[in-house]
């Protein structure tokens, strides 16, 4: 059985995530959300919420399962019997960082590739930090995030 990790902070999860799950679970037997406790960055939903966002977001998906994790994305892998990451990439800015952390993930295990999707091209420019931003400035985000993301984001403004 060919498992992967998809791991991220997913705060929150948004449609260009789901796609990539999405497409991701259609290459491997198995998928392992991992959705990241603590990201050194301030986080509008805890891990507990992150997780069940993006739980309900990939419901229809019955090979993928959502767990929260501490640590290293390599260590997680290594707990879940993975031995790929799959990551996502949206034009220009990310394959830098994307590239250095897969040399660092190769650094710490060699045993586990990194498998890269480009993001489709409706989610370019969805990131979720943008996304926190346009909402709290009142703008629409409907298009961008699954309804009960959406829903659990209007939750959260003052």
Known sequence: MVKAIYAGAFDPV???HVDIARRA???FDS???GVYD??????MFSAAERAD???RSVQNLPNVDVRPFTGLATDFARSVGAAFIVRGLRAGVDFESEFEMALMWRHLAPDIDV???MSSLDYQFVYSSRIKEVVMLGGSVDALVPAHVRAKLDEKQP
């Open 53 to 55: 966002l993006f739980e």
């Open 14 to 16: 948004h449609n260009g």
């Open 38 to 43: 603590a990201p050194p960055k301030t986080l």
């Open 31 to 33: 998928l392992v959300i």
């Open 115 to 117: 498998v890269s999707m």
């Open 25 to 27: 679970s259609r290459l």
